[in-house]
């Protein structure tokens, strides 16, 4: 069963999962981060943009992995997640940006991206902790409903919900790429440590699902229930459909602090 702590908002989550973030690149200089995008993660930076502030720590070494990336948008278009990432985590963390990797949604590179991506991260080392959040539909990266639980990076076809949810970061829905190329839930499942965040009531259906509902590629976030280390961070709206809530709540609050997250 993954641990769910049900936190009081998103700064909250912020502080703990970056505190977990920071104690894993004091451990481990060289640490390989999984980064996610959406609004989601973003309190995570937040948190640790300021706690770098308070505390300075050489994250030089750090590399970076992030999940996904729409597929044919102009080159340095604002919303391409590689510009997010050095937006959003690069510039903000004072990270090395020739360690972060995005996957290359350049149409003509895509036969091989994939491959070279996967190669990318085992070179690595793998990934230490991924960041995850998870969309209306269940997807985690963009793995679409369907996606296998044995898949690796590769182009993906977004369903017209993510198109729609996505389509406020856009000019219009209709700029919303059709295609994407995505970490695959294998690829995903390879890390060594999964945090899973979401906030508010839209994402309590996905929750539900990815914890507590039937392990099945129609809902990609039930992946997590085969991981053996998962740490699922939720405010109170999202926690709001988990069966276990009680039983969530009450781990935590006896949760021996020499474990961590
Ligand atoms: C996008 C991303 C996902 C993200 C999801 C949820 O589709 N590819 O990685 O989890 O959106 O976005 P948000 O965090 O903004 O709700």
């Not at 308070?54 to 030089?60: H, K, N, T, Y």
């Not at 790429?177 to 979401?198: K, S, Y």
Request: one cysteine or more; aromatic letters at 6%; glycine letters at 10%.
């Amino acid at each position: 069963m993954a641990e769910v702590i049900v936190v009081e908002n998103e700064d909250a989550a912020g502080e703990l999962v970056a505190g977990a973030i920071r104690e894993l690149i004091t451990a481990r200089p060289e640490a390989v981060l999984g980064l996610a995008t959406g609004s989601t993660p973003l309190p995570v930076y937040r948190a640790f943009a300021r706690s770098l502030a308070a505390r300075p720590l050489d994250v030089s070494r750090v590399r970076g992995f992030s999940l996904d990336e729409y597929v044919g948008l102009p080159d340095g278009h604002r919303e391409s997640y590689r510009a997010v990432i050095s937006r959003d985590v690069v510039a903000p963390l004072g990270l090395t940006p020739g360690r972060i990797r995005v996957p290359s949604g350049d149409p003509a590179g895509l036969p091989t991206a994939g491959a070279d991506y996967e190669q990318a991260i085992v070179d690595a080392g793998g990934v230490d902790l991924q960041l995850l959040g998870i969309g209306r539909t269940g997807h985690l990266g963009f793995n679409e409903p369907g996606s296998s639980f044995a898949s690796l990076t590769r182009v993906k076809t977004l369903t017209p919900q993510t198109r729609a949810d996505n389509a406020r970061f856009f000019d219009s829905p209709a700029e919303v790429p059709i295609h994407c190329i995505t970490q695959g839930l294998g690829t995903i499942m390879r890390a060594r440590h999964l945090v899973l965040l979401a906030f508010g009531h839209g994402k309590a259906t996905a929750i539900a699902a990815a914890v507590e509902g039937p392990v099945t590629s129609s809902q990609p976030g039930s992946a997590i229930q085969l991981h053996p280390h998962v740490t699922v961070v939720v405010d109170e709206a999202a926690a709001g459909r988990l069966t276990n809530l009680d039983y969530f709540r009450y781990a935590w609050a006896n949760k021996p602090a020499w474990q961590g997250i």
